[in-house]
T-cell receptor, first 112, second 111 residues
Framework: EAGVTQSPTHLIKTRGQQATLRCSPISGHTSVYWYQQALGLGLQFLLWYDEGEERNRGNFPPRFSGRQFPNYSSELNVNALELEDSALYLC???????????FGPGTRLTVT | KQEVTQIPAALSVPEGENLVLNCSFTDSAIYNLQWFRQDPGKGLTSLLLIQSSQREQTSGRLNASLDKSSGRSTLYIAASQPGDSATYLCAANSGYSTLTFGKGTMLLVSP
């Protein structure tokens, strides 16, 4: 069974640009989560999608947004990139809400 | 607001030792607690999930316990090996499917 996949592996952007990160959950999983792991800040919850709807949002500005497609894959968009957005962005999925989360390998975003 | 603390921040042991990693959380109203390992620059690997109604879970050389009333969980690693070297993270699910993570314990097992 394939795990959670994310693309791209690395992404380099300039301040002010937009970044789009993609995630495919484990087959059969309906919930997708996004987390940010910035140096020195630890892992922080960003967004949770389930059945195509945004269910919960962490303490991040509105320029962090996303969506979940009918096939349950998900996209994270970060607008007006700032230097402090440089981080490892991790996607996770679970079979149902509030159950075990499985993580992908992450997308390393670097903003210059 | 849930806060998760992990002690120690770093641990170095010789191969073969048994060791305990500690995790504490401030809000005992949790759905479950998960333990993960993370290798440098990589994603997270789920190790164990303990539901709020459970006291412990075991997988191979790993055993995790949960004491909701005291807000504590421990991860016990038996007969440590160099391949166990990684950062270990605990995360509490306090609802809305949101995990709150500790900052992790960086473990180094030397041959």
């Amino acid at each position: 069974e394939a795990g959670v996949t994310q693309s791209p592996t690395h992404l380099i952007k300039t301040r002010g640009q937009q970044a789009t990160l993609r995630c495919s959950p484990i087959s059969g999983h309906t919930s997708v989560y996004w987390y940010q792991q910035a140096l020195g800040l630890g892992l922080q919850f960003l967004l949770w999608y389930d059945e195509g709807e945004e269910r919960n949002r962490g303490n991040f500005p509105p320029r962090f947004s996303g969506r979940q497609f009918p096939n349950y894959s998900s996209e994270l968009n970060v607008n007006a990139l700032e230097l402090e957005d440089s981080a490892l962005y991790l996607c996770a999925s679970s079979l149902v809400p509030n159950y075990e989360q499985y993580f992908g390998p992450g997308t390393r975003l670097t903003v210059t | 607001k849930q806060e998760v603390t992990q002690i120690p921040a770093a641990l170095s042991v010789p191969e073969g030792e048994n060791l305990v990693l500690n995790c504490s959380f401030t809000d005992s109203a949790i759905y479950n607690l998960q333990w993960f390992r993370q290798d440098p620059g990589k994603g997270l690997t789920s190790l164990l999930l303990i539901q709020s109604s459970q006291r412990e879970q075991t997988s191979g050389r790993l055993n995790a316990s949960l004491d909701k009333s005291s807000g504590r969980s421990t991860l016990y690693i038996a007969a440590s090996q160099p391949g166990d070297s990684a950062t270990y993270l605990c995360a509490a699910n306090s609802g809305y499917s949101t995990l709150t993570f500790g900052k992790g314990t960086m473990l180094l097992v030397s041959p």
